[in-house]
């Protein structure tokens, strides 16, 4: 339960912290809630020199809507997310999210960013920001580069933010009228990781079929699945019980879940299929739809 | 009932507030780790990978390297002393630090010393050791099989795994009976390895005194005075003399059985403390804790009812295999190695019954009975309202009324079950009428046959069991030879206040309250004056601690008959301050009057004073009792729970709706407490049923070594608990009171099995072991080709 | 290893301390504060006995180094009490009987506290939802929501 040891650093700019992340390379993690990081350094499962913690750098908590994107800062906490208005009302798929992250203590040191950069599959909002079709801010020495979220998650523990980055800003296209969205996770109780949770956005056409859809799969692959060929078939479409179901059925076949003690393959693909059901029903209720 | 004494004495019944609390609340409990000593030194250990493997080597020279540790202590350095074994609870043998080979995973290994908490965690990992891995042997089955790896090689002539066979009542008769019956059902059932997990670890500080010899242990333990004794037996050639061993248990954290054996880590740092000279703390890590510590169940149950055609039960059978670990290190009476198992005739008059139960080793840690269990109660009680369910099924009876026609009448009580043991009071009946009646039965059914119509899936699970608590009369129970009486010491002081010392130890039950109310209702001294300790072995008298719900039974008498000893000499000093005869007097709770002149009275505090100042020549001075309780049987608590579930039919979520809990536990000394052990229990009943379960792989890897996959319930997944009462008091406790704090845990599981088999038994599903995970009812949904 | 100076307000007070980057917040409280009202219960971040509030926010003190809290203030079980007057929460859960072994208690009072100040009047599922990142073995959790609910009443009549 004690780390070994390693240096801390909190730096007061982000050019100062980035500076030791150039400084220190492979060496350095950034610390920003330190709810994934640290439980890991406890456990002596990951190691190393040093801690750069970016919890004193202003700036990089806000939530705000402007230009036509939500812009969430990376130090966001999930405690922030979830006690938001704005993300109540206008996406619900994401304070569903932050709602079933961990427990709700967690969630006062959490950030978004930290949730996003760590690359675990595990996490909850990878899945929601794919099915939103997000962007990811990464700040460099060279300053910062968008990197779109389908590119965004490279495979366990790895995203294409690099050593000398810091994740500083989340944007995610607000939605046009008739959206509505979902993300519903199956846990074991609460504060567990999901057996499989999935994450549906969708907007209606004014006739009635889906103009735009996004469907992610949480915790059922190496990294969070992005449902393409269920996404595809869905376009242009009535959201009829059907037509969700047979969504969900090509949206579990995108999956790769491993076994383990929340289930085996064959149930977390299964669970993913429901959930995914389940969340698109949602999203379409929600959009206005039935 | 009503209460005896007014709210200001607190007698018995009264839910008066806690006198423990003031400092919980306040953060000021005064649990092991808050604990410093001046020169204290921190112990942390080095633990096996490995679930079976030779020691090849063990490295520590980088681990001494390492800024603030002293010294490594392995197997080698305790065999000097010849502490390096020692024996179980159970008088099995068991290793506190290994010379040849480690027998589970996460076995201690060695111990390192240091001056801080965070060094010792550095040494831990410096410590190379080299293993030789062995071959694992974790399915019980396959440790019986003639080819299998004899494990305990340290055991001379040992030829097999095989610890013991028990059994207990008829053979011939309940075969025959069987062979007889209208109808027979048989169920296998697993109840799988479960851990405490209290929130509170394990741990200890031993402090070894150089200049007076004396060895005093800060330790976490239910059971303070039997450890000091087993501290003199094993350590009683390298100088400890029990007089100069002092084991003090201070706050605990939760205990639940998994605070009662003696696990290496005390005997460790005992022994590094007594090298050293300085005090060693040891705390164990959660991880540490659920890998190694007592665990409690695995049982392995094939349980079998005879009936008549119209469902009244005429036979048990029961064959258990029970692993324990890689020794018996069980915490059960000695003449008991399977428990209180045979309670498995349950509340049910079963005139033929025969139970067996083998127990073996495997490559895991040892244990058995902790986890709330009243020594095996849970798994005999799980057995029994398992498979009166499935006999229901096969019947097409109702279950409760196939309950109701089974129940011992009350007329027969007390009761000689075909098991041996004499309950010594109970009325089934009314428990499961007032059970029915508050969950709403008869609609619930209805409910039910209307949602069948439409798909949907819910079900309702009876249990009503049968509780057996308070070991025990001196005539059966002993612990390690030691009988298991329990204590109480009693003194009133001059101003009329009170301390009264015990031999138990709580560890929430809330004894400070519960126990001072007894004295309150046997004296009428206000229960605010009356001062209870427990758990300090100089002061406290002799007894055998908390566990298996025994302090009310047993030092809960203790304590009402020091108090009535007190009551006799107090009437001498009334009748002579009065200067009547004793015949005159007549007593009500805090003072004695003289008959037919009721204005002629002492309290028991002028009395209390006299003792002191005026007490009648010839007559000691003083107003004290002490008093070791052997009592004349067990007590039988017992209940009937009702659970209504509803399953989601695509994820196999299992959703406790609502759960009815009636419990008897004989006369209530506080209402309030009784109610938060119930819920505390329904909890710890719930939690082994739908999310608790310790398993491990084919190579001894533990798969829920932490609270990642050891899933303990939050206060959203415990449901809103409904507790409603019957009383009827035990005939033989001084006080009519029968205990009740693992009652529930008892009850609960077979309950919320009951309702998920009930839920899916229309499509043919007989029954589901516990831990019912979704995935387990999504499968029998699949099988059954209603899964969404 | 470099060691950090720090200075942390506890329950109203300053303190200033020494400590290795790797010193854990609860550590901190514990063993250098002597403030021992805030326990550990285990090594993954799930038991909560650890709770304590950090800038008003209950947060898990065990995943939390000491140098995050650096210039911040915390709140521990120890500074509910003022001057001699219990929190209505303390109150409560000694009038509902909300503990037996006292064991998670700081931990749900902290995170109880914080809640009371968010939501004056907590459902039964509020007040669920809030503890599920603290875990009990002894109650059943029904009496901590009585505690809970009786110190909301409390509060509500004393605004």
């Not at chain 1, 060929?229 to 019980?241: Q, Y």
């Not at chain 2, 890998?291 to 029961?318: N, P, V």
């Not at chain 2, 049910?348 to 139970?355: G, L, T």
Request: hydrophobic share 40%; aromatic share 6%; proline share 6%.
């Amino acid at each position: 339960m004690i780390p070994a040891s390693f240096d801390y650093h909190a730096p007061g700019t982000l050019p100062e912290a980035l500076a030791l992340l150039s400084k220190y390379g492979d060496d350095a993690k950034v610390l920003s809630g330190g709810q994934s990081l640290l439980p890991l350094l406890k456990l002596r499962l990951g190691q190393t020199g040093h801690l750069i913690d970016i919890g004193r750098i202003p700036g990089l908590e806000y939530i705000r809507e402007e230009g036509g994107l939500l812009r969430i800062g990376g130090r966001t906490r999930e405690s922030a997310l979830e006690g938001s208005e704005v993300i109540r009302s206008r996406y619900p798929i994401l304070h569903d999210t932050a709602k079933v992250i961990a427990d709700p203590l967690v969630r006062n040191m959490a950030t978004l960013g930290g949730n996003l950069a760590h690359g675990d599959p595990g996490n909850d909002h990878p899945a929601t920001m794919l099915a939103l079709g997000a962007q990811v801010v990464a700040t460099g020495p060279k300053g910062e580069r968008v990197i779109p979220i389908e590119q965004f998650f490279l495979g366990l523990f790895r995203t294409a933010l690099r050593p000398d980055e810091v994740l500083t800003e989340i944007r995610i296209p607000v939605p046009p009228a008739r959206s509505g969205g979902a993300y519903l996770k199956l846990e074991r109780k609460v504060g567990d990781y999901a057996t499989a949770a999935a994450a549906a956005q969708v907007t209606l056409g004014s006739g009635g079929a889906i103009e735009r859809v996004g469907l992610a799969l949480t915790n059922v692959g190496p990294t969070p699945v992005k449902a393409v060929d269920a996404e595809k078939f869905l376009v242009g479409k009535k959201p009829d019980a059907a037509t969700l179901g047979e969504a969900a059925q090509r949206a579990a076949k995108a999956a790769s879940p491993s076994a383990d003690r929340r289930g085996s393959v064959e149930y977390k693909r299964e669970m993913a299929r429901v959930l995914a059901t389940r969340a698109l029903k949602l999203a379409v209720e929600r959009a206005g739809g039935r | 009932m009503q209460p005896r004494t007014s709210p200001e004495v607190g007698g018995m019944g009264h839910s008066m507030k806690r006198k423990e609390d003031p400092r919980f609340i306040r953060g000021k409990g005064n649990y092991v780790d808050d604990i410093v000593l001046p020169g204290m030194l921190w112990m942390d250990i080095v633990r096996s990978p490995f679930a079976h493997a030779k020691i090849k080597s063990i490295n520590t020279e980088k681990a001494l390297k390492v800024p603030g540790v002293l010294a490594v202590i392995t197997g080698e350095t305790l065999a000097k002393y010849n502490l390096h074994w020692m024996p179980t609870l159970m008088s099995d043998t068991q290793m506190v630090l290994p010379t040849e080979k480690v027998m589970y995973q996460a076995q201690e290994v060695a111990a390192v010393i240091a001056t801080s908490r965070y060094a010792a965690a550095d040494g831990v990992d410096a410590v190379e050791v080299d293993y030789d891995p062995l071959p694992v042997v974790v399915d019980p089955f396959k440790a019986l099989e003639p080819n299998a790896p004899i494990l305990r090689t340290d055991k001379k002539d040992k030829k097999d795994n095989r610890i013991f066979h028990w059994e207990a009542g008829d053979r011939a008769a309940t075969d025959k009976a069987f062979a007889e019956a209208d109808v027979t059902v048989k169920q296998a059932l697993y109840i799988p390895r479960i851990h405490v997990a209290s929130i509170e670890t394990c741990g200890c500080i031993a402090d070894f005194d150089r200049v007076n010899g004396k060895l005093t242990v800060y330790m976490t333990t239910q059971a303070p005075h039997a450890i000091r004794t087993v501290f003199a037996l094993v350590a009683g050639h390298v100088g400890l003399s029990e007089e100069r061993i002092r084991i003090v248990s201070p706050d605990i954290g939760g205990g639940f059985g998994g605070k009662v054996p003696v696990y290496p880590g005390y005997v460790i740092a005992t022994a590094a403390s007594v090298v050293i000279g300085k005090p060693v703390k040891w705390i164990e890590d959660r991880m540490e804790n659920l890998q190694a510590d007592s665990f409690a169940r695995d049982y392995h149950i094939t349980a079998e009812l005879a009936a008549r055609k119209d469902g009244t039960i005429t036979a048990l059978r029961m064959k258990t295999l029970a692993d324990h670990g890689y020794t018996d290190a069980a915490a059960n009476p000695s003449k008991f190695p399977a428990g209180l198992f045979s309670i498995c005739t349950g509340s049910y008059d079963v005139s033929k019954a025969f139970v067996e139960v083998d127990g073996v080793y495997t490559n895991k840690p040892p244990g058995g009975v902790a986890y709330r269990c009243s020594f095996r109660v849970t798994e005999a009680i799980h057995a029994i309202e398992r498979i009166t369910d499935v006999l229901a099924q096969e019947l097409k009876m109702d279950p409760a009324e196939l309950r109701m026609k089974n129940f011992i009448p009350k007329e027969k009580f007390p009761y000689k079950s075909a098991l041996g043991w004499e309950y010594d009071s109970g009325d089934y009946e009314p428990a499961l009428r007032l059970a029915m009646d508050k969950i709403g039965y008869a609609a619930l059914r209805k409910e039910q046959a209307e949602k069948r119509a439409r798909g949907e899936l819910m079900g309702i699970g009876i249990s009503s069991f049968t509780e057996i608590l308070g070991a025990g009369p001196s005539k059966h129970f002993d612990i390690l030879g030691i009988k298991m009486f329990d204590s109480c010491e009693l003194r009133i002081h001059p101003t009329g206040k009170a301390i009264a010392r015990f031999g138990t130890k709580s560890q929430g039950q809330g004894h400070e309250t519960t126990y001072a109310q007894i004295i309150a209702e046997e004296l009428g001294i206000p229960a605010s004056v009356v001062q209870v300790e427990e758990g300090d072995t100089d002061t406290a008298p002799y007894g055998l601690g908390t566990y298996a719900s025994r302090s009310t039974p047993t030092a809960g008498a203790a304590g009402a008959m020091a108090a009535r000893k007190i009551r006799e000499k107090a009437k001498k000093i009334a009748a002579y301050l009065l200067e009547v005869s004793e015949d005159d007097l007549v007593w009500e709770p805090g003072k004695f009057s003289v008959k037919g002149a009721p204005s002629r009275s002492k309290t028991i505090q002028e009395i209390a004073f006299a003792a002191y100042t005026n007490h009648p020549p010839g007559m000691e001075a003083g107003l004290e009792a002490v008093n070791y309780y052997d009592p004349p049987n067990l007590t039988f608590p017992f209940g009937s729970y009702i659970c209504v579930v509803d399953i989601d039919r695509g994820t196999g979520m299992v959703k406790i709706r609502r759960f009815v809990a009636v419990d008897d536990c004989g006369n209530i000394i506080n209402p309030m407490i009784v109610d938060g052990q119930i819920h505390g229990g329904l909890t710890m009943g719930m939690a082994p049923a739908l999310l608790e379960e310790i398993s491990y792989d084919e190579n001894g890897n533990n798969q829920a070594g932490s609270f990642m996959d050891y899933l303990v319930p939050t206060a959203v997944e415990s449901p809103s608990w409904e507790t409603f009462k019957t009383v009827t008091p035990c005939p033989h406790h001084p006080l009519g009171a029968k205990g009740v704090g693992e009652s529930a845990t008892v009850g609960a599981p077979p309950a919320i099995v009951n309702a998920v088999v009930d839920a899916l038994s229309h499509l043919g599903v007989k029954h589901v072991d516990i831990p019912i995970t979704p995935e387990k009812v999504w499968r029998l949904l699949k099988e059954k080709g209603v899964a969404e | 290893m470099a060691m950090h100076d720090i200075q942390v307000t506890v329950n109203g007070a300053p303190y200033d301390a020494q400590v290795e980057s790797r010193l854990l917040l609860v550590h901190l409280l514990r063993d250098q504060l002597r403030l021992t009202g805030t326990h550990i219960g285990c090594d993954t971040t799930h038991c909560g006995a650890c709770t304590v509030l950090l800038d008003g926010q209950p947060v898990k003190s065990c995943t939390v180094l000491a140098v995050q809290a650096n210039g911040r203030q915390i709140s521990t079980v120890e500074g509910l009490e003022k001057e001699g007057k219990l929190h209505p929460l303390q109150e409560g859960f000694w009038e509902k009987h909300g503990l037996q072994c006292g064991y998670c208690t700081p931990g749900m009072l902290m995170t109880t506290c914080a809640l009371l100040e968010k939501n004056k009047n907590p459902s039964e599922a509020d007040i669920r939802e809030a503890i599920s990142g603290n875990l009990c073995r002894c109650t059943g959790y029904n009496n901590i929501v009585k505690a809970v609910q009786f110190a909301a009443e409390r509060l509500r009549k004393e605004a």
